[in-house]
């Protein structure tokens, strides 16, 4: 599912119901569709279905009976159950059969939506696609316990409507988390709107988040609406909060108590219907402690607390990131082939530090795809500073960080490569007569030459003889 469209499988009896739900979620699914109980398990024993939206009476079979046979043939396919005779006792076999949820018809096309979004979205947490980039939650790619760990506690958190702090150093993905919490909340089909407070000035940003009224200050020519009437019924995220200054501390305070605000130049308040998710990479409670950060704001915003970890303290992740970023790079580089690391690279990428986290990382990746001539990314293609402790003047970065038998293969990779440009260099780039003279077949000349990373175009003053008419 991470490649493609997730797929999702409407059942019902009813023509008119099938083919509402199949408009309603066109735009987020593939859909298929079955009239019967005995359709759909056809569809399920052949195809790969991510979310099933099943109605409970049908003439052939009950949606529960579907969902024990979903349970069997599909394990990992989440079920829904939908039923205008919904009882407790109904509900509760639904969820014990493993159903994600159920709806009592008639209902709003808008509130299935939602739920459907959610089951999706959780489809896709299961479902990770070919093993090459497993993402743990939508946008966020890990294997690491710490990181299986935090979306655990981030799909509790985003089921519950509670005002979310992320906490993490720079570059470590707290956006990314806070897209997750919302697209994996009840909220996800409304908009998430986020804003940088570090980013704005501060004489700008109370109007950017509040609104204004028609001349409140000089060029208010109309009323504006801010961010948090914008992100109405949806989630509003407030990135480097820690930046804010203390007056805008006071006001965000009492919109949060509230649930309303008031616009720069008017006396009324408005209520809005708001999820904030707010984050910084200071440490707010000692700003708390020295006064620069009010008290009873921290604990406003400090009711659903996530901690995001550094990409030290998740080094399992480096390499599987490494490969994802590497991958991303060869789509945008098209033309150039590119196979993957050295195990001296990945040991050194393995053991930096990481300050920037994850951001830092992936500058790093594209760097190297950038300047490396190989379609293997060494060592030596890496910034300096991944390399803490070598590179001094004369030495070659890449040896203290190899075995013995790593640094002779290098060596003897170095010398082909070398030899290669010589041969080709001495003979006008002409691929014939450099295979000749080195005693090599011309297939394996130029087998040589794509190990190498070695193009002998750019030898060649001429096409080579047999390119002439």
């Not at 009711?303 to 060869?330: G, K, N, S, T, Y």
Request: aromatic share 4%.
């Amino acid at each position: 599912m991470a490649n493609s469209r997730p797929t999702l499988l409407v059942v019902d009896d009813k023509r008119n119901m099938v083919r509402l739900m199949a408009k309603v979620m066109k735009k987020d699914a593939l859909v298929r569709t079955a009239e019967s109980g005995g359709d759909a398990l056809r569809i399920l024993a052949s195809e790969e279905i991510d979310v099933v939206l099943c109605d409970l009476k049908m003439p052939d079979m009950d949606g529960l009976d579907v969902l024990r046979a979903c349970r069997r043939l599909r394990p990992q396919t989440e079920f829904i159950l939908m039923t205008a005779h919904a009882t407790v006792g109904t509900a509760v076999e639904a969820l014990k059969l493993g159903a994600y949820d159920y709806l009592t018809k008639p209902f709003e096309p808008d509130a299935a939506r939602a739920v459907l979004l959610r089951a999706l979205a959780r489809a896709e947490l299961s479902h990770p696609g070919a093993g090459e980039d497993p993402e743990v939650l939508p946008g966020v790619i890990a294997r690491s316990r710490i990181m299986q760990e935090l979306a655990d506690l981030v799909k509790r958190v985003a089921d519950s409507d509670a005002t979310t702090l992320l906490l993490g150093e720079t570059g470590t993905g707290k956006e990314r988390v806070a897209r997750a919490v919302h697209q994996l909340s009840p909220r996800a089909t409304k908009r998430f709107i986020a804003i940088n407070c570090a980013a704005v000035p501060a004489e700008l940003l109370e109007s950017e988040l509040f609104g204004y009224a028609k001349g409140a200050f000089t060029g208010a020519s109309t009323d504006r609406k801010g961010l948090f009437e914008e992100a109405e019924g949806g989630s509003l995220f407030l990135d480097e909060v820690g930046d804010m200054r203390p007056s805008l501390q006071a006001k965000l305070t009492r919109a949060l108590e509230e649930r309303a605000v008031r616009r720069v130049g008017e006396a009324k308040e408005r209520p809005v219907n708001v999820r904030l998710i707010a984050a910084t990479h200071r440490d707010l409670e000692g700003m708390v402690k020295d006064g620069t950060f009010r008290e009873d704001l921290w604990y406003r915003l400090n009711v659903a607390l996530i901690r995001i970890p550094a990409l030290r303290d998740r080094r399992e992740d480096v390499e599987l990131l490494a490969h994802h970023f590497l991958r991303l790079q060869a789509e945008r580089l098209r033309g150039r082939k590119l196979e993957g690391f050295s195990e001296p690279a990945l040991e050194a990428m393995r053991s930096f530090d990481w300050p920037g986290n994850v951001r830092q990382l992936r500058s790093a990746v594209e760097r190297a795809c950038v300047v490396s001539r190989n379609p293997e990314i060494d060592v030596v293609d890496l910034p300096p500073e991944v390399l803490p402790g070598h590179g001094a003047p004369g030495e070659d970065p890449a040896l203290p960080l190899c075995t013995w038998a790593q640094a002779l293969e290098r060596g003897r990779s170095d010398v082909a490569r070398r030899y290669l440009e010589a041969v080709l260099r001495r003979f006008d780039g002409q691929v014939a007569e450099a295979a000749s003279h080195a005693g090599v077949e011309r297939e394996s000349f130029y087998r040589l030459l794509r190990k190498h990373g070695v193009d002998a175009t750019e030898f060649r003053s001429g096409p080579e003889p047999h390119e002439k008419k």
